[in-house]
């Protein structure tokens, strides 16, 4: 019998756990929004061709930090 219950990720739900992972290995401990908002505060403002973000990933975290 097929699981039908199977669903894909949104890119928002993909998104967050790439986060997730960038603030667990930056910072070592679990992810919190403090933990978001001190890793991404500057990193937000910055273009995604310094940083080497992903154009997608970039406005992700503009989307999710303004």
Known sequence: MRNTNFRL????????EILTNIVRYKFN??????????YCRNRVTMT???TGLSEKF????????G
């Open 9 to 16: 990720k949104s890119e928002d739900e993909l998104y967050d």
């Open 29 to 38: 401990y679990e992810f919190t929004e403090d933990a978001v908002n001190i």
């Open 48 to 50: 995604y061709r310094f």
């Open 58 to 65: 970039f406005n992700y975290l503009k989307r999710r930090f």
